[in-house]
């Protein structure tokens, strides 16, 4: 895919950025020119994704750090330093009928996907690390199009993922007057090691139904958090940006 953006001078952080379509994301601003940090729970998969982008030594950085935590999430901003586009990326599912979900599976997809959004914004903003002048300050954050329509044996993650799009408007509302944009995107389906746990029969019927004719590739939703973090979307606001081949027409 051609690269046309640059995002020189820049620092980006990217949660849950150790794999799929949060790898992506970060590989791709590395690619643009900007500085980024990585931050995932899992060590081994980030210490992994640190390697594989040695070639961009001193620009990029990780830390193991759980959204859900709020203390570490302080702790990790003070020293991630100042940031210009924060991308909200870190999700996780826990699939189930309703009729067989447990109260706790449904406290720990709202914890990591709604919550943990919250706490790592929050350590951002109540520390002052938003860069003040860059005039780029710009939250994106990982919502699903499912969030929009529903979807069977995710009462936790389209709760999370609404509750994603709620906030994103209101931060867009109350943080604009102060440079900031605040964006939604909801992907379709993408090919990730999220997707992979589904059944093959499942992937082939949902491929089906996509006008498009295939998955998403993590490059789709890069390439649409490096248009939400550029100037030419500075009038972008509040908004959700579907990003799936249009499964859901
Ligand atoms: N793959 C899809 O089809 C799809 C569709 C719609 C939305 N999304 C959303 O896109 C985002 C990325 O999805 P993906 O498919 O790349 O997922 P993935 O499971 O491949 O990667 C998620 C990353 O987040 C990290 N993470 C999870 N919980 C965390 C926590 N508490 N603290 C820190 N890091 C944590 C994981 O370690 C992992 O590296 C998620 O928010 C997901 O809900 C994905």
Redesign the pocket.
């Known amino acids: 895919m051609t690269k046309t953006f640059d995002f020189s001078g820049t620092n980006v952080v990217v ?9 992506q994301i970060v590989k791709d601003f590395l690619e643009a020119g900007s500085s980024v940090t990585i ?4 060590k081994d ?2 210490d992994a994704s640190l390697k594989e982008l040695s070639a961009f030594e001193g620009k990029v950085k990780g830390f193991q ?5 709020v203390a570490s999430c302080n702790e990790v901003a003070k020293s991630t330093g100042s940031v210009d586009v924060l991308i ?6 826990r699939d189930k009928s309703l009729k067989k979900m447990t109260l706790d599976d449904f406290q720990k997809v709202i ?3 709604l919550t ?1 959004l919250f706490n790592v914004t929050k350590s951002f903003l109540d520390q002052e690390l938003f860069s003040a002048d860059s005039g780029r300050n710009r939250i994106i954050n ?5 969030a929009l329509y529903g979807n069977f044996g995710q009462t936790n ?1 389209v709760a999370s ?1 609404a509750g994603v799009i709620g906030m994103t408007k209101t931060w867009a509302k109350e943080l604009g007057r102060k440079g900031f944009t605040a964006n939604a995107i ?10 992979a746990k589904m059944p093959e029969e499942v992937l082939q019927s949902i491929v089906s139904k996509v006008p498009v004719q295939r ?2 590739r ?1 490059e789709d ?1 890069a390439q649409t958090c490096m248009f939400l973090a550029s100037e030419a979307a500075s009038y972008i606001n509040g908004t959700v940006i579907s990003v799936d081949g249009g499964v859901t027409l």
């Open positions: 949660t849950g950025g150790a794999r799929g379509i949060g790898f931050w995932d729970y899992d998969t980030l750090v759980d959204v859900t935590d909200n990326n870190a999700g996780i599912t914890d990591t996907n943990g990982m919502a699903s199009v499912v993650y993922k909801a992907p379709g389906f993408i090919e990730t090691p999220m997707t998955m998403g993590p939703i």
